[in-house]
């Protein structure tokens, strides 16, 4: 029965994919891959009884993911292991392009590159004078501030790499894509470092819930 049951499901998901999945099925189909031999709709009703959607249950710690009945560390390994696996996967998938000539391409990157991502992380791209990619740095995890964002560090690396453009990001993992007052004073802290050395300096973007915005140039 619950052989038949997975058969079904997974042939349904090879024909059309998840997007017609309800979130128990669509989370049951996951676990068939964690739980290889007992009934998963149980436990799927569970995680979503106790995080209240699919995307919360795949945003959630790892220690609140053992706590319910049924979840080994197996299993939420597995599950923290989805979003990750997404995210690097986008990201992966838009620097084969290289090139990020526009505003929209950067932001479209980042978006990508903060899928599942729960913690404000601060990361630093690297852009040679065809604005193709030389590297993703990530400076800081943790709030972004003057005083926790080292600037000088950002123009070594930017140095140590011979970029002739940087762009940074960092996002709000719990809020809107705003900048915020330290958001502002770091972004001009980093605009002056690098027009010392005269590197250019494109943006700092804030991305929360898929959407950016940047700080210099207003775009949304």
Same mark, same amino acid.
């Given at each position: 029965?619950? /052989? ?8 349904? #998901? ?19 891959? @964690? ?20 995307? =919360? ?20 390994? #597995? ?6 696996? @997404? ?13 990020? $000539? ?27 004078? +065809?604005?193709? %990619?030389?590297?993703?740095?990530? %400076? ?7 005083? @926790? ?11 140590? +790499?011979? =970029? =002739?453009?940087? %762009?940074? $990001? ?22 002056? @470092? ?10 700092? #973007?804030?991305?929360? /819930?898929?959407?950016?915005?940047? %700080? ?5």
């Amino acid at each position: 029965m619950a /052989e038949g049951h997975r058969g079904r499901l997974k042939e349904r #998901f090879l024909k059309d994919g998840l997007d017609n999945f309800n979130e128990i099925n669509a989370l049951e189909i996951l676990l068939f891959y @964690a739980v290889p031999r007992n009934d998963t709709n149980p436990l799927a009703h569970r995680l979503l009884d106790r995080f209240g959607s699919f995307s =919360a249950v795949l945003d959630a710690d790892y220690n609140d993911l053992l706590e319910v009945d049924g979840i080994s560390d197996h299993t939420a390994t #597995f599950l923290k292991l989805l979003p990750e696996a @997404a995210r690097y996967y986008q990201s992966d998938k838009i620097t084969e392009r290289k090139e990020l $000539a526009a505003l929209t391409d950067i932001g479209e990157f980042f978006v990508r590159k903060y899928v599942g991502v729960v913690k404000e992380t601060v990361y630093m791209l690297l852009l040679d004078n +065809k604005r193709c %990619v030389i590297s993703l740095e990530k %400076v800081h995890e943790g709030s972004v501030s003057s005083a @926790a964002v080292s600037v000088r560090k950002m123009a070594e690396t930017a140095l140590k +790499k011979r =970029a =002739a453009a940087v %762009v940074v $990001a960092h996002n709000h993992p719990s809020g809107l894509a705003v900048p915020s007052p330290d958001d502002i004073l770091v972004t001009r802290n980093i605009r002056s @470092a690098l027009q010392t050395l005269e590197i250019e300096f494109i943006d700092h #973007f804030i991305v929360a /819930e898929n959407k950016y915005c940047t %700080v210099i140039n207003k775009t949304v």
